[in-house]
């Protein structure tokens, strides 16, 4: 039998990540950009939220649509601490210097995606999912086995998410237009450096398979 990455969604063992789209970091009032000043707010992000409310979010929309529409689990993790204070996050997290305090409004998916009725959301206080979560364990008792990614920041928890879902025996799918980060430059880099771990598509490619199961 020969292996591949390459291979179909099989949505009976598939989820869909949405990973750290969320208020904090892919809404203008977050606090990732509190410090911000109305101009420096333009200039260091504004082609981020530009390509994030034009394009990116509309991308996510449609793979969200379309993995409800042929029963692929829907799953989202948030950065959240377990804490108010964020004495539970991880060493990074702390001298990175940013806390998304328990129940926060910072820590809620964003509504254009918000989840709709059990699916699951998964704090997690350090860069990767399967860290400072459970993920792995609930991804095995769904019964899943392929996993697709999206999310924020492209070169950060994506890029983590995807290596270590790789080492956990998992069949990655990742969807280049629906994932985010604050330039062209580090998603390029990102999105070749990490290829060799995953299946790469686009959303209209990935939708149009999705359709086709």
């Known amino acids: 039998m020969t292996l591949s990455r390459d291979i179909p969604l099989d949505p009976h063992h598939s989820a869909l990540l949405f990973i750290d789209v969320q208020n904090f970091s892919a809404h203008p009032k977050g606090s990732e950009f509190a410090d911000c000043s109305d101009a420096d707010f333009d200039k260091k992000y504004g082609w ?14 449609a793979l969200q649509t379309a993995c409800r529409k042929a029963q692929v689990e829907v799953m989202y993790t948030t950065i959240e601490s377990l804490t108010l204070d964020g004495r539970d996050r991880s060493l990074d997290y702390k001298i990175t210097g940013f806390n998304v305090p328990k129940g926060s409004w910072d820590g809620k998916v964003i509504d254009q995606i918000a989840p709709r009725g059990d699916e699951i959301v998964l704090p997690k206080s350090s860069s990767s999912v399967f860290v400072s979560t459970h ?7 769904l019964g899943v ?29 990742q969807v280049t237009d629906a994932c985010l980060t604050y330039s062209t430059d580090r998603h390029d880099n990102s ?23």
């Open 48 to 61: 981020y939220f530009n390509q994030l409310n034009t394009r990116i979010v509309p991308n996510m929309q």
């Open 135 to 141: 993920i792995d364990y609930i991804l095995r008792n």
């Open 145 to 173: 086995k392929q996993l697709v990614v999206s999310g924020l920041l492209t070169d950060q928890c994506v890029e983590s998410a995807i290596r270590d879902a790789c080492d956990l025996g998992y069949l990655v799918t």
């Open 191 to 213: 999105i070749s450096t990490i290829k060799g771990y995953c299946r790469q598509v686009t959303t209209a490619e990935l939708v149009k398979e999705l359709e086709g199961t």
